[in-house]
């Protein structure tokens, strides 16, 4: 589960370090380790700073992870504040245990490869699926999303002045998408020109699996938009 928390229960039902799966929860840990904060702070702060680009942010799971952290006492609260009519805010600081948690998993997530399931490697492993006329079509269209999101990039980079510590997450969103769009060439390249190892196979399959007419799996026809409702039969 996307925003999932649990503890390691050792025998005799004593907490244990809990592990956390959260990347929201890393980035309040991290808010917090700067300075004392509340939480509609903590959110300002990441979109200020634009972590929001890389942490999956919005409100409702912020508060959720808030209290979570308070009750494994990683965050402890440190005063309440108002200002003017508004409600009461509780302003949090991190703990003993949540520092020591947050380098530990810092240390986890910039030191050691983890297996992430992306959505365009799971297209790929059933790509025999549609007909290869159809998939360079789809692959070049990919090509050129990425190189406008590569320009954009590059422009943003040249307008703004700050030191590239402060964007390297970025940076390295850009790293990966010039290293997909450079695979994507090389394979639209090898199945348009029929060097694809394997090949013959696809093709085989897709004899003994043919599209109807109408189907978007078909080459040269527009794929069917995923909201659109099937028609309401008359009664």
Known sequence: MEY???NILQPGGAVASPRLANPLALAVLACLYERPMHPYEVATTLRTRAKHESIKLNYGS??????????????????????????????????????????????????TPAKEYSRFEAGLSLMPVLPPETVVELLEGRARRLE??????????????????????????FALKQAELTFIRALASEI????????????????????????????????????????????
């Open 4 to 6: 999932s928390m649990t």
């Open 62 to 111: 912020l508060y959720t992870v808030v209290d979570t952290l308070q009750r494994l006492g990683l965050i402890v609260p440190k005063e309440t504040e108002r200002d003017g009519r508004r409600p009461e805010r509780t302003v949090y600081r991190i703990g003993e245990a949540g520092r020591q948690r947050l380098i530990e998993w810092m240390s986890e997530l910039v030191g």
């Open 148 to 173: 406008t999101e590569l320009a954009a990039h590059r422009e943003l980079v040249a307008q703004i002045d700050i030191p590239r510590l402060f964007r390297v997450e970025a940076d390295y969103g």
């Open 192 to 235: 348009g020109t029929g060097t694809l190892d394997g090949l013959s196979l696809w093709r085989e399959f897709q004899a003994t699996h043919p599209a109807p007419a109408d189907d978007p799996r078909a080459p040269g026809l527009p794929a069917a938009h995923p909201t659109s409702a099937p028609p309401v039969p008359e009664e």
